[in-house]
């Protein structure tokens, strides 16, 4: 709640009533604003901005695709394709090549839980994941389904929650 001492002046500020003190000539503003307070503008913002993060959700999902669509294209027992697109994350083809031949073992025997936890999961790396998808030929709803659930569902609104409380506090 707000502590106020003086009845003269009035100013809404998100629903919330801030008294102003006045000494002649000289103005104080004083208002604070109690963890009740807090919490309840961070729910109040959170719940006015969700929409906004689903469809930021969805479409990062959206934008997982073309690494999906390059690889389902490409034939894993085709060693020079293959060497070609892991070479495309960077100069480390070896390390590439492991965590997608990873990934493939976990696809291969959890595809729905493997791309929903490592799209729920904020990392850069999600590509490799398509990537992985498109060589196992997993097909496209199998994996746009668990990468939207997971980034507009999961991932997206536990970080604009994240974001808002931080603000709010600190």
């Known amino acids: 709640s707000l502590n106020n001492t003086d009845d003269r002046n009035y100013t809404d500020i998100l629903n919330y009533t801030l008294k102003i003190n006045s000494t002649e000539n000289n103005y104080t503003y004083t208002y604070s604003l109690s963890d009740e307070d807090i919490y309840g503008v961070i729910y109040k913002t959170y719940f006015a901005c969700l929409r906004v993060a689903l469809v930021w959700g969805f479409g990062t999902a959206l934008g997982e695709a073309p690494p999906y669509l390059i690889a389902y294209n490409i034939d894993i027992s085709d060693k020079k394709a293959t060497s070609k697109l892991y070479k495309m994350f960077g100069d480390n083809e070896e390390k590439v090549r492991g965590y997608i031949e990873k990934t493939i073992y976990y696809l291969k025997r959890h595809s729905f839980t493997t791309i929903l936890l490592?799209?729920?999961?904020?990392?850069?790396?999600?590509?490799?994941?398509?990537?992985?998808?498109?060589?196992?030929?997993?097909?496209?709803?199998?994996?746009?389904?668990?990468?939207?659930?997971?980034?507009?569902?999961?991932?997206?609104?536990?970080?604009l929650g994240v974001i808002l409380y931080y603000y709010g506090f600190f």
């Not at 799209?119 to 668990?146: E, R």
């Open 118 to 159: 490592l799209s729920a999961w904020p990392n850069a790396v999600f590509d490799m994941c398509g990537v992985s998808a498109g060589l196992v030929k997993l097909s496209f709803s199998q994996f746009i389904i668990p990468t939207i659930i997971g980034k507009a569902f999961i991932k997206n609104p536990i970080q």
